[in-house]
């Protein structure tokens, strides 16, 4: 395990050709939307507030998943309708974009990285990644509604490999849950974690900033030379 800094064993960063970016907790904070969100569906299902391990679920899970763990099955149709219904512009008072990560992925774009997204997150990461001034950057932009079977299983970062035509090894996916844990390791791709030691994880990135400055320490022109 390693710190990133610009202290960190260079070699870490040998052959790296692309970074893979989770959304909610890595390019966005939405931990405050997410609690407001499902809680207001609760709360219109007349059901109790929404617990610390749903907080955690719905975090890391996809939509339809949370919901169906959240909501007794005889209430799913009315879930269903409200969610339907819901307003999300309420939502946007919520999100903020994580801090440093547009300098970071700037500088990945400057210096000749490919970068791609693979969240659990539905059809709203288009307008996420625009309303956080992030659209542009990656290619593919892969959500819970363009695979088969979403995180934690590997066909996300799949078709990514595929699409640039990567080897595994050549990949960083860079996560905070268990979910991506699992999800680099089904993969084969490196497991950098964002704000999480408890993860196992061959990098751990407490900032962007600090990640940014790693690689520019022994960063020599092009993404294959480190």
Same mark, same amino acid.
């Given at each position: ?5 610009? $202290? ?15 959304? =909610? ?5 939405? @931990? ?12 219109? @299902? ?29 209430? $799913? !149709?009315?879930?269903?309708?409200? #969610? ?15 801090? *440093? ?10 210096? %000749? ?8 997150? %539905?059809?709203?990461?288009? /307008? ?7 659209? *542009? /950057? ?16 590997? !066909? ?12 595994? =090894? ?5 996560? =905070? ?5 699992? #999800? ?43």
């Amino acid at each position: 395990m390693a710190i990133a800094n610009q $202290l960190m064993n260079t070699s870490l960063l040998e052959g790296l050709k692309c970074v893979v970016f989770d959304c =909610d907790g890595v390019l966005i904070d939405s @931990l405050q939307a997410n609690i407001h969100y499902y809680g207001k569906i609760k709360e219109q @299902l007349g059901l109790s507030p929404i617990t610390r391990s749903e907080i955690e679920y719905v975090h890391m899970h996809t939509h339809k998943d949370a919901i169906i763990h959240i909501v007794p099955e005889d209430k $799913l !149709e009315e879930a269903w309708e409200a #969610t339907r219904n819901f307003d999300s512009s309420t939502l946007v008072e919520y999100l903020k974009r994580s801090e *440093g990560v547009r300098e970071f992925v700037s500088w990945l774009r400057s210096a %000749g990285f490919k970068m791609a997204v693979n969240t659990s997150r %539905g059809e709203t990461i288009d /307008f996420i990644l625009s309303l956080m001034d992030l659209e *542009g /950057f990656f290619h593919p932009v892969i959500n819970s509604t363009k695979v088969v079977t979403p995180k934690p299983h590997p !066909e996300g970062i799949n078709t990514i490999l595929g699409v640039h035509g990567l080897r595994p =090894d050549q990949v960083a996916y860079i996560g =905070d849950s268990l979910v991506d844990e699992k #999800t680099a390791q089904a993969s084969g791709v490196r497991f950098w974690a964002y704000k999480d030691q408890r993860l196992d994880a061959e990098v751990h990135i407490e900032s962007f900033w600090d990640i940014k400055a790693a690689m520019q320490q022994c960063y020599h022109g092009d993404p294959c030379a480190f």
